[in-house]
Each structure stands twice: as structure tokens, then as C-alpha cells.
């Protein structure tokens, strides 16, 4: 089913043919000439990723399969026209968009991967995505100059190579930098740590901001053009592993289309207003999910067919040759995301004895976030809790007033631990002496709703805001396809209560559990959107109370003295929980960097619950269903499909989705060269404007 690689350059080699010398030629392998290889040009990688031709036969089942299963993703008419605060961000018709490349020609796999991979990106929704691990991620392509946007002292902003950038590639890349000293031209060779903390003048002979816009056009994931422009800079966040550093993505991108960069730049420290400009090449280096290759053919057999994760399985199958000893679904869902992520913490969501025992809502991307670690220089040297834990790290300010919680993630290796600890750190913050609360959730890409639900329960205490649910309200959407399974399992073919369509997993709009046998999507609500019908089952409640931790019955911080901070990329759970508390609690939202003229959401990538095509093929295969009509084929790929399973409705209006509503930071705080990448620095920052008199510079009030 997968052919070998279509040779782009031959070469000639002497033979002789009736007594005379000829040359014929000889194909060259392009993918033997990295195979093996750490690192390469870009140039190279993609000479060997793009002499794969289209096989019509996987290309059209790919298309089939991403056609079929949008019919379980919540928001597809949706993201046609989607209404304002974003009718200029989110407008593709993707199954319009199916149709067209499915019509079309492409030259070769690579490029028709590009176009699907892009087109899914157009919803600018982090849990509608596609990505194909034949090409995501398996080479990462970078520069050793991450940027950052700052505030200068007169107020203006501009472009600057990160101030440790020098700090960050040394100890990421190794002796690969040297590459990099020794490609820079002229008397900047060998000179690489004098170019942090320059100011950007230019990118490839125009204003920065061309690039950022351009690139906010193609990195989707986020509905706000703010958080997508954000996306191109560096920055931090906390992983199991520790303190880590995102290059962003000028510096670090998925795929092998960049070769260089030319800057124009005016470097800091110099003792003239000294400016040059250089080009600079990208390097691309194998990541650790590629599986090693010798040549096109072994390349092809370990990285781009399907594997044992790619498609679904019937739960009740004696038939273990597909599925793999101990597999479960949640397993599934784990290992897309960390492979997507690249992020240890993700590859503990296996957990749990049955599928939806803790239900996730998890933005997936082809882009590692945890790549580099953020320099030692910069991490916070506060002691950190005794109750800190993975993604879930505590601290107390120098005022002995303030405590932080710095979380990565609403995922971690154990559930239950996890949700101990964010009791046990916080009423340890508060015997310290904190009264204020600082959760820094900067490139928190969600995780399991439960935890969402937890932490707002317990910072703000027993109300009618946190109980029955500390969450939204959602829907499933109702394809035939979907009330069908439905109909299945009320019928029994779920006896062990593990799909996520069955009744045993709900609640009703008044939060009482849905009787085991209910056929939920008997009736549905029909509604116009976009132009087409659409069919939602009943509203569902909550699914976390009663918690199996005991909570405090009284908050431990008020509401006026908490503030939530990140740069903008707060998805999934880390929505929920910062909208609920934000509308319901009046607690304060704080983007930090981000342009001065564009309005800063402080998260985006709402949904209610997030799955993928592996989960949803194990719906349908547990429930007999296979062979519908609607069905959609098995992934001949090696590819990852994700979607919005359950659409979470808004607390300011509540008859339309939260996904589609506003959510402007209270405080836009500026990034300046002393508090860039530097979290104690930017949460004191935040604890000077929120609660302090003495009020610094440059803060933008939206």
C-alpha cells in the first residue's frame, strides 16, 4: 500500500552495451543520505519526505476517514463562520475543503500532507487537528535565536532575540552550535552569544510583524489572533520534568520547509548603535518519536503506516493480534498527545481501570511544547513546597503574602496524587501566610476536567458557583452514526460501562445520572448553524462531584485575591477553569507580553471534552458498528485525528457555546528585558499592579 520513494536526481554510472560506454542512471535514495544522521539541512530531510509519491488508494481513505469522523466533531458548522468576537479568525468549511483536495493533484505525499495538516489548522482549534507522524515532528527544524517581544523603556515595543537565547542553545543543541558560530558571516563568526538580546529590525527584509502575522495565519490552535501571535516568541512553562523553555516558533517548527532567515538586527551592548544583517541557516535534527531508518523503504515501514495506537478496537474482542497486550483507549489518547506534545506528563494518561473514568479535554499540536529548559539563571530559586508535585509546583513570594502555584498542566502521572496535592500545596501556601494566590498556568494546554473542576472547588470554596459543578454545561453532537451507538449500548453492548457513550458516564441537565440503559440521543435538538441543520443530544451535566478527595468546605483564598496569569495559551481544562474563574468569581486574568494594539484572550480552545479517531473507531467497533455506512475506514497512516467530543455552553449567554464567546484579560502586563522568561519577576510584576499602590510602568489596562 505504501509505494518506495520516486527518486528526484539520478546519477550517471558507466556500463558497456555492445562494446560501448553509456551512461544510465542510477536513483538516488534520498533518505539514505540522512538515514542515521542526528542532524541535517532542512533542505535534505525534505528531499528525502518528499520523494514519497500519492498512493490515490491511501489518499482517498485518508480523506474518508477525516470526512467520517468530523461528523463526531462538535463545532464543524460552527467553524464555517464562526460569529463575533472571531468572525475574521475561524471561517473554513472542512468538508468543503476535504472535497477540493481530495479534486486535486499533488505532487507528491509530503505536499498533500501539508495540505490537510494546514487546512485542519484554519479552525484555529487545538483539539480539531490532523497529523500525519510519517512528516510531524520527526524532525525538528531550528534556530539558535528564539525571540521575544518587548517593552522598552519609552513604552514602544519591538522584536528582540531572546536576552538568553546564547544560554538556551548552548545547552540544548551542544556542540551543534558551533555550526551556527561558523555560518555566521563576516566578524560575527564565531560570535553567536553577541546577537542576544539584539533588536530585530527586519526579518528577511521586512518589519518583524510580517512574520509574526504570517506565521499567526499557519500555527492555529487558538481562536484569538493574539494568542497565535504569541505563539512565534519563546517562553516557559513547568513540566514533570521540571522548568521548561519553548523556543516558539520562528525558532522551532515541525516541519523542514525553512532554510535560513536573514536578519537585520541592532545589537545590544555594542558601543555604536551598531546594525548588521546576516542569514542564518535552520538546522533539523531527529526527534526522539522517529523511529531509526537506514532508507526510503525502512523509513516508510517504521515511521508511516498505521501502528497498534492509529486505529480503534472492539473492547470485548478476544482478538489481541491488533489491539497489544494491556492497551486501553485512555492509552490511545495518551500516547497521541505525548508523541504531539513531546511532554512526559502526557504519557501517563493511560490511567484509570476504565476508559472515562477521568475524562480529558487535552489541545493536540504537532509541535513539542517541552523541548529546551528554561536556564537554570532564570528558574525561580524560591523554595519550592513540599506538597509540589509533576506539572504542580508551589511557591511563596519574597512579600510573605503572596503564594504562587505554577501549573503546566491539568494532567500528571497519578490523578489522585495530583489532586491531593493541589489541596495539600495550597493549604500549605496559607499556613506559610499567604492571602494572596498567583496561578500561573502559561502554555497550559489542559488535561483532565476533573482537576478543573477540583481547584476552582477548592481555592474559592462551597457555593452555588462550585456546586453541583465547578464547570459548563455541554453537548454531544448527534450524528446518525453517533445516535446509533448510542441506541447499541442501551441495548447492552457496553456491559462493563467503558465507552464514552455510555448512559452510566451522565448526567442530565439537573445533574442526576442518566439510567443505565437510556438511549440519550432518542430525542435530540435540531438547530441551524451556518446555514445547515445540525442535530445535539440533551444537555449533560456535571460528571466530577462528589470528589474522591474531601475538600475544605470554606475557600482558602477570596476571589479578590487571586489572579491567573499565562501568555494567552490557556486551552482545554485550563479554559474551564479560567473561565468559570473569571465570569463566575470575578477573579483577575492576566496576559503577560502579547502586542500592545491587539486584544489579549486570556485563554481559547473552550470545547468540554476532547477525543480522537482511535477513541471514537473503539466506540464504534465495541459497538458493532464497523460496517455502517457512516463508518469511517481505519487509518492506513500513521496519523492522529482530533476532535471536540462534548461543546461546553457559556455562562454569559447559555444557549451558544463558551468556544465562540469573549474572554478578555483583565490586565495586559508588558514583557521588558527584566522580566522576560523570568517567572518571579513577572509574578511579583503582577502582584505590584493587582494589589500594590506603587504601580509600575508601561502596564496596558484593555
Same mark, same amino acid.
Given at each position: ?70 461528523? =463526531? ?19 473554513? &468549511? ?59 523603556? &519609552?513604552?514602544?515595543?519591538?522584536? =528582540? ?78 513540566? &514533570? ?8 516558533? =520562528? ?14 538586527? /541592532? ?142 498542566? =491539568? ?8 489532586? /491531593? ?97 437510556? &438511549? ?120 492522529? /485525528? ?52 506603587? /504601580? ?7
Amino acid at each position: 500500500m505504501f509505494p518506495t520513494a520516486t527518486p528526484l536526481v539520478w546519477s550517471a554510472a558507466a556500463s558497456l552495451v555492445a562494446g560501448a560506454t553509456v551512461t544510465a542512471p542510477i536513483p538516488i535514495d534520498f533518505c539514505e543520505v540522512i538515514g542515521n544522521k542526528t542532524w541535517a539541512s532542512p533542505a535534505e530531510v525534505r528531499a528525502c519526505i518528499s520523494s514519497f509519491p500519492v498512493d490515490p488508494i491511501v489518499k482517498a481513505s485518508v480523506i474518508e476517514t477525516l470526512n467520517k469522523t468530523l461528523a =463526531f466533531h462538535t463545532s464543524t458548522n460552527y467553524q464555517i463562520q464562526a460569529p463575533p468576537p472571531f468572525e475574521d479568525d475561524v471561517h473554513v &468549511d472542512l468538508v468543503g475543503e476535504l472535497a477540493r483536495i481530495a479534486a486535486e493533484e499533488q505532487s507528491s505525499d509530503l505536499e498533500l500532507h501539508i495540505d490537510l495538516f494546514r487546512t485542519f489548522k484554519r479552525a484555529n482549534d487545538g483539539h480539531c487537528a490532523y497529523i500525519n507522524y510519517c512528516y510531524d515532528s520527526l524532525y525538528l527544524t531550528y534556530l539558535p535565536l528564539p525571540l521575544v517581544l518587548l517593552t522598552e523603556s &519609552d513604552g514602544t515595543q519591538g522584536v =528582540f532575540i531572546a536576552p538568553e537565547a546564547f544560554a538556551v542553545a548552548t545547552a540544548e543543541f551542544g556542540p551543534e552550535v558551533s555550526f551556527w558560530q561558523d555560518a555566521l558571516p563576516g566578524k560575527l563568526k564565531g560570535r553567536l552569544a553577541s546577537l542576544s538580546g539584539a533588536k530585530v529590525l527586519l526579518i528577511d527584509g521586512a518589519d518583524p510583524f510580517v512574520a509574526v502575522n504570517a506565521n499567526s495565519e499557519i500555527t492555529g490552535s487558538y481562536q484569538a489572533f493574539g494568542a497565535r501571535q504569541n505563539a512565534f516568541f519563546a517562553s516557559y512553562f513547568v513540566s &514533570d520534568a521540571g522548568w521548561n523553555y519553548t523556543l516558539g516558533n =520562528f525558532a522551532q517548527q515541525s516541519l523542514p520547509l525553512v532554510d535560513a532567515a536573514t536578519l537585520t538586527v /541592532q545589537l545590544a551592548n555594542a558601543t555604536k548603535n551598531e546594525i548588521v544583517t546576516f542569514t542564518i541557516p535552520y538546522r533539523s535534527r531527529i526527534s526522539s518519536i522517529l523511529r531509526s531508518f537506514t532508507n526510503s523503504t525502512s523509513y516508510r515501514e517504521r515511521n508511516c503506516r498505521a501502528s497498534i495506537f492509529t486505529n480503534g478496537y472492539d473492547l470485548y474482542s478476544n482478538d489481541t493480534s491488533a489491539t497489544g497486550a494491556e492497551r486501553t483507549p485512555l492509552m490511545d489518547a495518551g500516547f497521541s498527545a505525548s508523541r504531539a506534545y513531546g511532554t512526559s506528563e502526557l504519557a501517563f494518561l493511560a490511567s484509570g481501570p476504565r476508559q472515562n473514568e477521568h475524562p480529558l479535554n487535552l489541545a493536540l499540536d504537532a509541535l513539542p511544547l517541552a523541548d529546551a529548559a528554561l536556564p537554570p539563571y532564570l528558574r525561580p530559586a524560591l523554595p519550592a513546597s513540599n506538597a509540589s508535585y509533576s506539572v504542580a509546583q508551589f511557591h511563596m513570594l519574597a512579600d510573605n503574602m503572596t503564594g504562587v502555584l505554577a501549573l503546566g498542566s =491539568f494532567a500528571a502521572p497519578s490523578f489522585s496524587v495530583f489532586q /491531593q496535592s493541589l489541596l495539600d500545596g495550597l493549604v500549605d501556601l496559607k499556613k506559610k501566610g499567604a492571602k494572596r494566590l498567583v496561578v500561573d498556568v502559561t502554555n497550559n494546554g489542559g488535561g483532565y476536567i476533573c482537576i478543573a473542576h477540583w481547584l476552582h472547588r477548592i481555592i474559592i470554596g462551597a457555593r452555588d458557583t462550585t456546586e453541583p459543578q465547578a464547570g459548563l454545561d455541554s453537548t454531544a453532537r448527534a450524528s446518525p452514526l453517533a445516535r446509533a451507538i448510542v441506541h447499541r449500548v442501551s441495548k447492552g453492548a457496553d456491559p462493563e460501562e467503558l465507552l464514552l457513550y455510555n448512559p452510566a458516564q451522565w448526567t442530565n441537565a439537573t445533574h442526576h445520572p442518566l439510567g443505565n440503559g437510556t &438511549d440519550w440521543m432518542k430525542k435530540v435538538e435540531t438547530i441551524e448553524v451556518n446555514g445547515y441543520e445540525d442535530a445535539f443530544s440533551q444537555r449533560l451535566g456535571q460528571e466530577c462531584q462528589p470528589f474522591s478527595v474531601k475538600p475544605t468546605k470554606k475557600g482558602l483564598f477570596k476571589a479578590k485575591n487571586v489572579a491567573i496569569v499565562s501568555n494567552g495559551r490557556c486551552a482545554s481544562s485550563c479554559s474551564l477553569f479560567s473561565i468559570t474563574m473569571s465570569k463566575l468569581e470575578g477573579v483577575k486574568t492576566v496576559v503577560v507580553g502579547g502586542k500592545a494594539d491587539v486584544p489579549q484572550q486570556y485563554c481559547g480552545t473552550v470545547g468540554g471534552q476532547s477525543t480522537n479517531f482511535a477513541t471514537i473507531d473503539t466506540e464504534i467497533k465495541t459497538s458493532g458498528l464497523k460496517n455502517h455506512t457512516l463508518a469511517p475506514p481505519d487509518f492506513l497512516t500513521n496519523s492522529v /485525528q482530533g476532535i471536540t467530543w462534548r461543546l461546553g455552553y457559556g455562562l454569559d449567554d447559555d444557549t451558544e457555546p463558551e468556544e465562540w464567546q469573549d474572554h478578555p484579560a483583565d490586565l495586559n502586563l508588558p514583557l521588558t528585558i527584566h522580566n522576560v522568561n523570568n517567572p518571579v519577576a513577572i509574578w511579583e510584576d503582577v502582584v505590584d499592579v493587582l494589589w500594590s499602590d506603587a /504601580q509600575p510602568l508601561f502596564q496596558v489596562q484593555l
